[in-house]
Structures are given as C-alpha cells and as structure tokens.
C-alpha cells in the first residue's frame, strides 16, 4: 500500500533504526555489560570541574563538523563523547572524542544514559544536539559562572521560543535539549528525574497551536522549576555568539537513507497537495536536505575529501523546490535563518 509522505517518514525512521542495528546492536550489548564512565578527573581553577559534553549523530560527515567546531571552540575544556547511531563512524577520526556504536533509541533514553551512566563522575553533563555547533569559549565561561549560583540545575544556550511555562503566575522560558548543560547531582542524585518527553502539555503557546506534548527535557524542566531550582537561560545577545545550528535534521537525514537516488527525494517533494506545504513536515525537511548539503560542503573544506550521499538532490534541485512552493507556507516557516546558519559556519570554519 502507498504510503503518505508523512506515513513514509514514520516508516523509515523504524526501518532505518532496524537496519543500523546490524552495526550497533553488539557494541550496544558489550557497552551496557561494563557502562564504563568518564574517568574522576582532578577539581580544574576554584573548585569548577571538567563538564562532560555528549551528542549522538546518525550522519557521519555532520559528526565531522560537530567536532570540528567543539574542538576549535571547546578543546580540552570538555570532555566529548558521541553516540554514534549509524554504526559509520571511525574513531580514529575522532581523536579527542570518545564514540560508542549505540542503537537508534529515542533521543531522551540515550541522554539519561549518558547522564547516569557515562557522566556519573562529573557533576556537569552538557547534551548538545549535532546540528549546534560551539562556536565560542565563552561557552565554559558562562555555564561557570551560572553554575556558580547553588539552585541552578540547567543552563541553555537555545530554548524552545514557540511556547513557555506558567506556572504559579510567572513565565519561564523552556530550556530545551538543543543545547543545555544539566547539574548532575540534582538532576540525577537528587531528583531522580529523566529527559523522557510527557503529554498533556497545557501551557501558552506563542503560534496559536497548543503544545500538546512535553518534548526531551521539558518536563523535567518544568518539575524543576516547581521545586524552587534555577533553570538558567543565556542571554540571546550572548547565545547568539555562543552558538548556532540548524533545526529538525533528523527527518531528512532518514529520508536520504530511505530514498535510492535523487529523483526519488525529488518526487517526494513534488507529489503532495500544494496545501500541505502549510505544515512542518515537508518544508523542515527540504530546509534540512538545504543544510545537508551545506554540512558536505563542510566536511569537504575541513577533510579535503568529498562525502557523496546517493539520494541528496543538488542544492540547485532543492532551492528550485523551495522556491516554487513558498507561496503555500506558512508566514512563521522562513527559510532565511537555515541560510544564515549555513554561511557563519563557511565563515568561521
């Protein structure tokens, strides 16, 4: 039975997790019969200890820039750990960065893992997305000084901005996963709390659509900030500097794996109703094929070696696309912001 392009995006997120698990279901199996954590390291200047920063990739050459922006950025600061999902990547590319083959569970149960497993030495576990790329040391300056103050769980660098709490009459910004460093000994000794996502999610939405759901991390934000625990937000002018990266790539990472050859990627754009358009799910896509092909490009300038994904269209193919279906989106989807990211990261390679 023809499948919808919605249907068909379900589907190949569980056949791809089934067909990755031929790489990483006995790396999986031998991780969880030891769960080694990151070594207890020495107290770094005023008491502050070395954060563990974990991300998890299931497209290699976006792993490469990853890593190369924490390295330039980060260096020694962190200690890097990636969960490599694809069951692709070679560690020896990685030099400063532990990678564990890991199947393709949902994003929350691998960062509880890495929290309550890996990181249990450190008192700051730091999840960071792979399309947010560091782009700053003042990254470990600030998460210092908001650590400093005793009530902080958390600190992001990128919140959610469509929604927020309300709670006892106030407004909280919602931290997110993207990018957020997590105070261990509360989160995990204290509370006893997970990033899994919830329902019945009531609080104010800024776009009219009620949130309906509690994404990674959002819950336990929300519980957080019940108790009485700082969930800090940086500054946008400060994030701003700190980070960027794009949104949603999971989704059309999926698809190129799902698709055999470039017109099958084409034609799953140009086959749906014109009004579907107004939805998330084919223009988050087509902006993240874009941002694809800026990530090869990337690996390209950074490694010297083109990386070829057999189903990605050209960028040419993917802007005619995006430019004969912007009449039907809707006005809050802005492809601009994808193109920004794309040029600061050529511009600060």
Same mark, same amino acid.
């Given at each position: %039975?023809?499948?919808?392009?919605?249907?068909?995006?379900?589907?190949?997120?569980?056949?791809?997790?089934?067909?990755?698990?031929?790489?990483? $279901?006995?790396?999986?199996?031998?991780?969880?019969?030891?769960?080694?954590? $990151?070594?207890?390291?020495?107290?770094?200047?005023?008491? =502050?200890?070395?954060?563990?920063?974990?991300?998890?990739?299931?497209?290699?050459? %976006?792993?490469?820039?990853?890593?190369?922006?924490?390295?330039?950025?980060?260096? &020694?600061h962190v200690d890097k750990v990636m969960f490599d999902c694809s069951g692709t990547l070679n560690p020896k590319d990685f030099p400063n960065m532990h990678i564990q083959k890991?199947?393709?569970?949902?994003?929350?149960?691998? +960062? @509880?893992?890495? $929290?309550?497993?890996?990181?249990?030495?450190?008192?700051?576990?730091?999840?960071?997305? @792979?399309?947010?790329?560091?782009?700053? /040391?003042?990254?470990?300056?600030?998460?210092?000084?908001?650590?400093?103050?005793?009530?902080?769980?958390?600190? +992001?660098?990128?919140?959610? &901005?469509? =929604?927020?709490?309300?709670? &006892?009459? *106030?407004?909280?910004?919602?931290?997110?996963?993207?990018?957020t460093a997590i105070n261990r000994r509360i989160f995990c000794d204290t509370e006893h709390l997970s990033l899994k996502p919830a329902d019945d999610n009531n609080h104010p939405s800024h776009i009219g659509k009620p949130p309906m759901r509690y994404d990674t991390f959002d819950k336990a934000n929300e519980?957080?900030? *019940?108790?009485?625990?700082?969930?800090?937000?940086?500054?946008?002018?400060?994030?701003?500097?700190?980070?960027?990266?794009?949104?949603? %790539?999971?989704?059309?990472?999926?698809?190129?794996?799902?698709?055999?050859?470039?017109?099958?990627?084409?034609?799953?754009?140009?086959? /749906?109703?014109?009004?579907? =358009?107004?939805? &998330?799910?084919?223009?988050?896509?087509?902006? +993240? %094929?874009?941002?694809?092909?800026?990530?090869?490009?990337?690996?390209?300038?950074?490694?010297?070696?083109?990386?070829?994904?057999?189903?990605?269209?050209?960028?040419?193919?993917?802007?005619?696309?995006?430019?004969?279906?912007? /009449?039907?989106?809707?006005? @809050?989807? @802005?492809?601009? =912001?994808?193109?920004?990211?794309?040029?600061?990261?050529?511009?600060?390679?």
């Open positions: %039975m023809p499948r919808t392009y919605y249907q068909l995006l379900q589907y190949a997120f569980k056949r791809f997790s089934i067909l990755s698990a031929r790489r990483t $279901l006995v790396p999986t199996l031998k991780y969880y019969l030891t769960r080694m954590p $990151l070594p207890l390291i020495p107290s770094q200047r005023d008491g =502050w200890e070395k954060p563990a920063l974990f991300t998890m990739n299931i497209l290699p050459p %976006m792993a490469t820039v990853w890593y190369h922006f924490a390295e330039k950025n980060l260096g &020694n890991f199947l393709n569970f949902y994003a929350a149960k691998k +960062s @509880d893992e890495f $929290l309550y497993h890996i990181a249990t030495n450190r008192k700051i576990g730091w999840i960071c997305d @792979d399309d947010m790329f560091p782009m700053s /040391p003042q990254m470990i300056n600030i998460l210092q000084k908001e650590f400093a103050e005793q009530r902080t769980a958390s600190v +992001s660098f990128r919140p959610r &901005n469509w =929604w927020h709490y309300e709670i &006892n009459g *106030q407004s909280y910004e919602v931290s997110s996963s993207y990018c519980i957080l900030i *019940q108790k009485g625990y700082r969930c800090a937000i940086v500054p946008e002018s400060e994030r701003d500097i700190c980070l960027t990266g794009f949104s949603g %790539m999971s989704g059309a990472v999926i698809l190129l794996h799902e698709f055999k050859k470039p017109e099958d990627t084409i034609l799953y754009y140009m086959t /749906p109703p014109k009004e579907q =358009w107004r939805g &998330n799910v084919l223009f988050g896509t087509l902006s +993240s %094929m874009l941002a694809i092909c800026t990530i090869c490009e990337l690996y390209e300038m950074i490694t010297g070696k083109k990386y070829v994904l057999p189903s990605l269209p050209t960028r040419e193919q993917l802007l005619c696309i995006r430019e004969t279906h912007l /009449p039907y989106v809707r006005d @809050d989807q @802005d492809p601009a =912001w994808f193109d920004a990211v794309g040029e600061r990261l050529k511009r600060e390679l």
